[in-house]
């Protein structure tokens, strides 16, 4: 069974408020050819602060670290949801990822740390480091894809003056295809970088 395993992935992200981060409702702007022919498209959130790039240049065109780069979940539209690789981060509020172009205008879109199983996976742990926390509280959840009276919470910790967190379940957990890993930071405006480590079952 081990051999048919892939290895573990690390999806990495970065910001700069409390999770989820709403975006504003205007329709996106269309960038040149990004990488493998997609676009580099931008979105805005509502208001200032949100996800950061990779690189501390944020707002220049070599935000973007190509060796590391940081993610962003989008939830709630029609045409972009699903785990994107951030290309940079402009004016601190509108974030540019790589993805077809389509003409779409937001309405309870939200930019989120997350990870969406496509196929029968292992979520392993997480990884959590952050600054200038008074309060507030971290949750990782699972949205089971049978809905909501399944869903379960993995992980719940109030954070006071925590300022680094490495989390591994033991047992794993197992994501069945449509599954939803999602982390929320509430209660507090944090410098934040968390990773989740996921497995592929093949």
């Known amino acids: 069974m081990d051999k048919l395993k892939s290895r573990y992935s690390e999806h990495a992200f970065k910001g700069r408020r409390g ?21 580099i498209v931008e979105m805005g959130t509502g208001a200032a602060g949100g996800f950061d790039a990779a690189s501390a240049s944020a707002g220049t065109p070599d935000a973007f670290d190509q ?9 709630g539209t029609a045409n972009y949801d699903g ?3 951030i290309y940079n981060v402009r004016g601190g509020r509108y974030v540019q990822i790589f993805a077809k172009y389509v003409a779409e205008a937001f309405s309870g879109a939200t930019q989120r740390v997350g990870y969406k199983a496509e196929v029968a ?3 392993s742990g ?4 952050g600054n200038a926390f ?17 869903d379960n919470v993995l ?8 300022i680094g967190i490495n989390h591994m379940f033991d047992p794993v957990r ?16 944090p410098t934040a970088g968390i990773s989740l480590f996921v497995r592929k079952l093949k």
């Not at 939803?180 to 507090?188: E, N, S």
């Open 155 to 162: 992980y719940s910790k109030y954070l006071g003056d925590v």
């Open 83 to 85: 785990l994107r690789r």
């Open 19 to 39: 999770f989820p981060v709403s975006m504003g409702a205007s329709a996106i702007d269309k960038g040149p050819i990004g990488f493998g022919g997609e676009n």
């Open 121 to 123: 996976s292992e979520f």
């Open 134 to 150: 008074a309060a507030g509280t971290l949750i990782v959840t699972n949205h089971s894809t049978k809905g909501s009276a399944f």
């Open 174 to 189: 197992y994501l069945t295809p449509g599954d939803r890993i999602d982390v929320t930071i509430v209660g507090v405006a």
């Open 67 to 75: 060796n590391f780069p940081t993610s962003v979940y989008i939830h």
């Open 126 to 129: 997480f990884s959590f480091t």
